[in-house]
């Protein structure tokens, strides 16, 4: 990090495919050891797997989903007087994205059993839906921020 001024945000490019930045930030969130072309067969493959469950456009359906699994709050953990609290504080739009698309690549990942475009497209349908394993993280987020409400005053 730089001593003086900020650091400038880095240009994301489009994907190919759908012409979106959004997808294009998952994809490299789920990319494993710079394999990008494996992570986009993956995340293509999961959207077609929609298009054909869902008979939707599969970019509204990601972008839907992302948007429901969005926080709005997070904890951060501060010290003061010797007690650690966790501090309720609302995050930026972009830090909330790049929180939803790690609980989904962590969830993906976690399962087993299946193949990681079977995980992808059925966790992605449940999030459109309001349910699934990433959305129980992001309600368990927001029901501790809520239980440190008190907290809220140690924020600064």
Not at 13 to 19: F, R
Not at 128 to 151: I, P, Q
Request: proline residues 3%; hydrophobic residues 40%.
């Amino acid at each position: 990090m730089p001593r003086y001024g900020r650091v400038k945000k880095r240009e994301i490019a489009q994907d190919p495919v759908y012409g979106s930045v959004l997808l294009s930030k998952f994809i490299n969130k789920l990319m494993l050891r710079g394999k990008k072309s494996r992570a986009e067969t993956i995340v293509y493959s999961a959207l077609e797997d929609i298009k054909e469950k869902l008979k939707k456009d599969p970019l509204e359906v990601f972008e839907k989903a992302l948007d429901n699994l969005t926080p709005q709050l997070e904890v951060k953990a501060r010290r003061v007087g010797g007690a650690t609290y966790q501090v309720p504080i609302e995050i930026s739009r972009v830090r909330g994205q790049a929180r939803a698309m790690q609980w989904l690549r962590d969830v993906c990942r976690a399962g087993s059993g299946k193949t990681m475009r079977e995980k992808l497209s059925q966790e992605l349908i449940d999030v459109f839906n309001g349910a699934g394993a990433s959305m129980k993280k992001k309600e368990d987020l927001h029901k501790t921020a809520e239980a440190n409400r008190a907290f809220a005053h140690f924020r600064w």
